[in-house]
């Protein structure tokens, strides 16, 4: 089947504009994450999500960051009046099932590349 | 300190070469190790994947992790062009939960010279 799916692959938006990044995870894959990745910074961590609960939002920057998963499935990640410093490469990975072993391999999409002018 | 550090790079050798990357870390909690390989404006992809301590050999590939250093490798053999992408580190403590989340180096960017 298909692999993690993320859309847009590139947004340009003003400062103090809202954005919604999807993430459409691998068939079947139970668990979520989302990665921040700036220049310099490598990548971060967001936020987790195990079905449709967000256990896990220790690494959301700001209250201007937040993000919700319907159906078990599709996750969206919104930023509220972004600002310059919100400019980096958003990834989204799943993983089958918090578990064990190969259970937990994460798998990444390609990224959206947010840009804020 | 940072929990994972990685050496940025560049790295630049000729093809053929044998390449070795590698990522120190502070917590003793880290029992899952992987490397990622990221070719540019793509997402990372896994290479290798390793629990606990050992080495673990695939085709060209072969990861090592000394828990008692805290230290993880990657040598690649006989390197070729298609190797030249950034080499990111990733280890977690646990399975699942926030346990899962993955702690990453900063990535090590290779050339791979014809």
């Known amino acids: 089947g298909a692999g993690v799916s993320q859309s847009p692959s590139n947004k340009v938006t003003e400062k103090g504009k809202d954005v919604e990044l999807r993430c459409d995870p691998i068939s079947g894959h139970t668990a979520l994450y989302w990665y921040r990745q700036s220049l310099g910074q490598g990548l971060e961590f967001l936020i987790y999500?195990?079905?449709?609960?967000?256990?896990?939002k220790s690494g959301l920057p700001s209250d201007r960051f937040s993000a919700e998963r319907t159906g078990g499935s599709v996750s969206t990640l919104t930023i509220q009046r972004t600002q310059q410093e919100d400019s980096a490469v958003y990834l989204c990975?799943?993983?089958?099932?918090?578990?064990?072993?190969?259970?937990?391999?994460?798998?990444f999409g390609a990224g959206t590349r947010l840009s804020v002018l | 300190q940072k929990e994972v550090e990685q050496d940025p790079g560049p790295l630049s050798v000729p093809e053929g070469a044998i390449v070795s990357l590698n990522c120190t870390y502070s917590?003793?909690?880290?029992?899952?190790f992987m490397w990622y390989r990221q070719y540019s404006r793509k997402g990372p992809e896994l290479l290798m994947y390793?629990?606990?301590?050992g080495n673990k050999e695939d085709g060209r590939f072969t990861a090592q992790v000394d828990k008692s250093s805290k230290y993880i490798s990657l040598f690649i053999r006989d390197s070729q062009p298609s190797d030249s992408a950034t080499y990111l580190c990733?280890?977690?403590?646990?399975?699942?939960?926030?346990?899962?989340?993955?702690?990453f180096g900063k990535g090590t960017k290779l050339s791979v010279k014809p």
């Open positions: 917590n003793s909690a880290f029992q899952y």
């Open positions: 990733a280890m977690s403590a646990g399975y699942g939960g926030s346990q899962g989340n993955l702690i």
């Open positions: 999500f195990q079905g449709n609960s967000a256990p896990d």
């Open positions: 390793t629990y606990s301590s």
């Open positions: 990975a799943s993983s089958l099932t918090p578990g064990t072993g190969e259970k937990n391999i994460q798998y």
